[in-house]
T-cell receptor, first 111, second 113 residues
Framework: RKEVEQDPGPFNVPEGATVAFNCTYSNSASQSFFWYRQDCRKEPKLLMSVYSSGNEDGRFTAQLNRASQYISLLIRDSKLSDSATYLC????????????FGAGTRLAVHP | NAGVTQTPKFRVLKTGQSMTLLCAQDMNHEYMYWYRQDPGMGLRLIHYSVGEGTTAKGEVPDGYNVSRLKKQNFLLGLESAAPSQTSVYFCASEVAGGQNEQFFGPGTRLTVL
């Protein structure tokens, strides 16, 4: 079983749609959780951290369920510019910040 | 600030050749990382460094060596390249603490024939 699992997609949605991505992780000792965004042939960039209480940044909402070891990302009012691959990232715990990356979920927003 | 830069951007090697990938950051970050990214897989950690003069193995270190002689630079070496090392290599840096955002360089696309 992969340490971080994501549906690879692609998710094809029209502009203005609401789309949700899910991610599960296997290490119950993980303490930090993130969503990174990666555009085609570019480097990953932090989209948002995920906090236990859930957090929102504009059109983006992240949720964490520690009991189920499950993370979600909700994008409202999708824009063409949201087209990218979204990486679920989990800290493995331990003495340094070893990040475990999911393989990503691809989103394509069309007019 | 340039952030994190990587050289070269592209490279084609023949099996058995050697090369060094250079990563440089101007953010005064203590931690630096080398990852590889292959299709259908998440980024995998090759080696990392928590400070100048220190390095440690990550998840997939075989066939690679690293050095961190200066705080701002992290070098990744391939002594004898193999086709299995064809990949996109990303360097990242992070302020000390181990719980913070990692900043990535633009990547190096390496093909080993």
């Amino acid at each position: 079983r992969k340490e971080v699992e994501q549906d690879p997609g692609p998710f094809n949605v029209p502009e203005g749609a609401t789309v949700a991505f899910n991610c599960t992780y296997s290490n119950s000792a993980s303490q930090s959780f993130f969503w990174y965004r990666q555009d085609c042939r570019k480097e990953p960039k932090l989209l948002m951290s995920v906090y236990s209480s859930g957090n929102e940044d504009g059109r983006f909402t992240a949720q964490l369920n520690r009991a189920s070891q499950y993370i979600s990302l909700l994008i409202r009012d999708s824009k063409l510019s949201d087209s990218a691959t979204y990486l679920c990232v989990v800290n493995s715990g331990g003495g340094y910040n070893k990040l475990i990356f999911g393989a990503g979920t691809r989103l394509a927003v069309h007019p | 600030n340039a952030g994190v830069t990587q050289t070269p951007k592209f490279r084609v090697l023949k099996t058995g050749q050697s090369m060094t990938l250079l990563c440089a950051q101007d953010m005064n970050h203590e931690y630096m990382y080398w990852y590889r990214q292959d299709p259908g897989m998440g980024l995998r950690l090759i080696h990392y460094s928590v400070g100048e003069g220190t390095t440690a193995k990550g998840e997939v270190p075989d066939g690679y060596n690293v050095s961190r002689l200066k705080k701002q630079n992290f070098l990744l070496g391939l002594e004898s390249a193999a086709p299995s090392q064809t990949s996109v290599y990303f360097c990242a840096s992070e302020v000390a603490g181990g719980q913070n955002e990692q900043f990535f360089g633009p990547g190096t696309r390496l093909t080993v024939l």
